[in-house]
């Protein structure tokens, strides 16, 4: 029998818990690490250790830990209303409250807000969406879907089939989607070089070339993250986005931006598509929205696509799209709450003000001999390790380089991400302060010589 709560919940975990995108028999032999609470940019387990995260979680605790005013909201909302339904013409202050905050902070093309319980099922309505609006608009061959290799877009059924990453698809050939990759704007390994008007040019050629051989009128949408963090944080040149945006425009296909990263100031500005002047025809976000505090997504669409589905349907045909959960309200107050922290609260502010000291941090990494690149923008970045520098060689994964690095990390007390290729993700929290980077550069440094 374990004989501490310690070892009771890392036996329990190992019998019962399915842990998402793990390998079940490397989790079963290394155990949980049972976290038990948090405050401001740092972690404790439940041995009680300290550690600095690095990552927000997973890219969405924005505002860092133990943030009292979103307690106090949730608290408040669920002592008065814990839920209302959005079916039947219900709702809540809360939630009409946050979708029009977000109409008013979203690219002004985006006038419609669907709440879901997180990104994956974003991402799912925003598909649904976009077939019902081509078949409102009598154009039901245009079901083709196009997306980025290397994109994450979440694991629903659908939407998996969005992601451009191997493992979603591996065993899962249920037919869904019918889906398209084009390569990634990748400025560490593009076949074009590294110049950026040439990786634009290239992509957009790439989206061109698919169109074409698919047809354009069979064609619904283009989906992308404006940086593919999941694939690598990936982060392609400035400008891309537009180009990108421009051409789907051109050839008469909607475009999907997929900002559940990318939102609420991990880049910067409160959404990424702002920097570049981009409106999309539809828009997904989660984590930040409410920095993940409680579960919520949404989808935001334009008026054209609500109008015509909204057309379609008349006046008594239901659109059959809805979850128990949309819209919850104790989610939408704590949405509130954390918005008017990224603006009234300062911390958009501060995520831009600390971001040269994280640039730097990574930047003076690229010394180190296993770092052979280093990229950010704004609070998302990442260090890609190599076997060989000067060859960009990646490592033979049967070295486990990823394993032996999140082990290192753990002794250094120390969360972020490894992906795989040896590339080590960061989203450190918009709170963070000077001296909490210099902790996770002294931190990270340790880490990659225990490696090396
Ligand atoms: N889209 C993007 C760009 C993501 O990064 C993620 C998750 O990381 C998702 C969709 C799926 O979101 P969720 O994990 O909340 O279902």
Redesign the pocket.
């Known amino acids: 029998m374990p004989s501490t709560n310690r070892d009771q919940l890392v036996a329990l975990d190992r019998q019962h818990l399915i842990h998402p995108v793990t390998n079940f028999r490397a989790h079963e032999k290394r155990g949980v690490t049972v976290l038990d609470s948090g405050k401001g940019a740092f972690l404790r387990d439940i041995d009680g250790n300290e550690l600095l995260d690095a990552f927000s979680g997973?890219?969405c605790v924005n505002t860092g830990y133990g943030q009292e005013s979103i307690v106090r909201a949730a608290t408040e909302q669920m002592a008065r209303l814990p839920y209302a339904t959005g079916y039947f013409s219900y709702g809540s202050e809360p939630a009409i409250r946050l979708a029009a905050q977000l109409v008013e902070l979203a690219p002004k093309s985006l006038r419609h807000v669907y709440f879901t319980q997180?990104?994956?099922?974003?991402?799912d309505a925003a598909i649904r969406y976009v077939v019902y609006y081509y078949n409102a608009l009598g154009k039901p061959q245009k079901k083709h879907f196009i997306s980025l290799q290397r994109g994450?877009?979440?694991?629903s059924a659908a939407?998996a089939g969005l992601t451009g990453l191997p493992v979603f698809h591996r065993n899962f050939d249920l037919p869904t989607l019918q889906q398209h990759h084009i390569p990634s704007p990748y400025p560490y390994r593009n076949p074009v070089g590294q110049d950026d008007a040439a990786i634009i040019a290239a992509s957009v050629q790439a989206l061109r070339d698919k169109v074409a051989e698919l047809g354009a009128e069979n064609v619904a949408a283009f989906f992308c993250?404006p940086i593919q963090?999941?694939g690598g944080v990936i982060v392609p040149p400035v400008g891309w986005l537009k180009a990108i945006a421009d051409t789907c425009r051109e050839l008469g296909i909607l475009l999907a931006v997929?900002e559940?990263?990318t939102g609420f100031g991990r880049t910067g500005p409160l959404f990424a598509c702002e920097a570049e002047g981009v409106e999309p025809d539809l828009m997904?976000m989660?984590?930040g929205l409410t920095a993940g505090y409680a579960p919520m997504?949404a989808v935001m669409m334009s008026s054209a696509i609500y109008d015509a589905i909204s057309e379609a349907a008349g006046p008594d045909i239901a659109v059959g799209h809805g979850q128990t959960y949309s819209a919850h309200p104790v989610a939408a107050a704590i949405g509130l709450e954390v918005l008017r922290l990224y603006h009234e609260g300062g911390l958009l502010a501060n995520g831009i003000a600390v971001t040269p000291r994280f640039t730097a941090g990574l930047q003076e990494l690229l010394a180190h001999p296993l770092v052979g690149d280093a990229r950010n923008r704004g609070l998302v970045g990442a260090l890609e390790l190599v076997a060989d520098k000067k060859s960009k060689r990646q490592f033979d994964p049967a070295l486990r380089v990823n394993e032996a690095v999140a082990e290192a990390a753990y002794r250094n007390r120390l969360v972020f991400r490894a992906f795989n290729d040896s590339i080590l993700g960061f989203a450190p929290a918009l709170c963070y302060t000077e001296e909490e980077f210099d902790l996770l550069f002294m931190r990270l440094k340790r880490t990659l010589d225990e490696v090396l």
């Open positions: 997973l890219w997180g990104g994956s099922d974003a991402v994450y877009h979440g694991s939407g993250e963090g999941s997929d559940v990263i997904t989660a984590k997504g």
